[in-house]
């Protein structure tokens, strides 16, 4: 929420309250993918960054793939123009989300070799780098698990130093993540971004 809506919700609770409710009841009939790919066509005609980002992750959140915001977007374009289009692609870009990358677009997804599986430790996690992209990976309950080293707050590239044991904190808000599962276990809401991985030949490979 941006600084202004939460000033408005604290200083005016119950004409703000109708707001968001009459928003919630706007999209009863929709399905969570569909509300937020619109949520983040919103985000993008008023050109809010911070919406842009968090209702970006939402939409992957809900099955979204990348190539689905992108066609949502250019679906868009009568309303939003080349202009908005290509500030919101260069913010996701930043982003440095799986499917939004310079170095590997959105249809030239593919499998990465990550590591032996033997060099990772029974508990915490490593974090490396792969083809241009910062995870971590670890031991989870069903299997080995490999995140993006971006906090889903606000997209903080999150260093080696913020693991401690099977914990990652986030230095930026103290967001903190459960490796093992990825979860948010303290002060946030959201759960790591998370890669699909198998072990091919004793390597632990991740797919983006
Ligand atoms: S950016 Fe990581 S906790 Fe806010």
């Known amino acids: 929420m941006s600084d202004a809506l939460d000033f408005l919700v604290k200083t005016r609770p119950e004409a ?21 790919l619109i949520s983040v066509i919103t985000k993008v ?34 309303a939003l123009g080349l202009a908005k289009i290509t500030w919101a692609v260069d913010v996701m870009l930043s982003m440095k989300l799986p499917g939004f990358d310079r170095a590997a677009p959105a249809d030239a997804v593919g499998w990465h070799d990550l590591m032996a599986e033997a060099d990772l430790p029974p508990q915490g996690a490593v974090r490396i780098q792969c083809d241009g992209r910062a995870l971590f990976v670890a031991r989870g309950t069903s299997g080995v698990n490999a995140y993006d080293s971006h906090c ?11 693991l401690q044991g099977g914990t990652l904190t986030c230095p930026k808000h103290g967001w903190a993540f ?31």
């Open 16 to 36: 703000m309250g109708h707001y968001f409710a009459f928003l919630k009841d706007a999209g009863r009939h929709l399905d969570p993918k569909t509300r937020n």
């Open 152 to 162: 889903p707050h606000q997209g903080t590239d999150i260093p080696e130093l913020a």
């Open 45 to 78: 005609h008023s050109q809010t960054e911070r919406g842009l980002r968090q209702y970006l992750k939402r939409a992957l959140r809900e099955g979204a793939t990348p190539l689905e915001v992108l066609d949502a977007l250019l679906m868009a374009f009568p």
């Open 178 to 208: 459960d490796v093992a599962s990825g979860d948010c276990v303290k002060n946030g809401t959201a759960p790591l971004t998370r890669y699909q991985t198998r072990i091919a030949s004793g390597r632990v490979l991740a797919h983006w």
